[in-house]
Nanobody, 126 residues
Framework: QVQLAESGGGLVQAGGSLRLSCAVS?????????VAWFRQTPGKEREFVVV??????YYVDSVKGRFTISRDDVRSTVYLQMNSLKPEDTGVYYC????????????????????WGQGTQVTVST
């Protein structure tokens, strides 16, 4: 069993930065699973943001160049550094985990992940 706990959300002005954390615990560490970030706004499905699988990173186009995912194996934590934030980045951000995958895995789908955190709210004001 894997437990995920997000933190670091908050209110920030457009152009600002936030760093989200996803603490990974249980019978594994962050290097044993692929860890992704999704976000969701009311009335919409969860949207894929980025995944870290082994040392590979896949970002949704809308955040490329602004968001960076990283991993601290000592702290068993995955981070999402978000820079140049825009109002459209507003939402509840969730981290999710699934066993490390190989080619052909549909990492874009929320249903492809087995474990989820409780989410953290990010609000970007104009």
């Amino acid at each position: 069993q894997v437990q995920l706990a997000e933190s670091g959300g908050g209110l920030v002005q457009a152009g600002g930065s936030l760093r989200l954390s996803c603490a990974v615990s249980g019978r594994t560490g962050p290097y044993d699973y692929a860890v992704a970030w999704f976000r969701q706004t009311p009335g919409k499905e969860r949207e894929f943001v980025v995944v870290l699988n082994w040392n590979d990173r896949y970002y949704v186009d809308s955040v490329k160049g602004r968001f960076t995912i990283s991993r601290d194996d000592v702290r068993s934590t995955v981070y999402l550094q978000m820079n140049s934030l825009k109002p459209e980045d507003t939402g509840v951000y969730y981290c999710a985990a699934t066993p490390l995958f190989t080619g052909g895995y549909n990492y874009l789908r929320a249903t492809s992940y087995d474990y989820w955190g409780q989410g953290t709210q990010v609000t970007v004001s104009t």
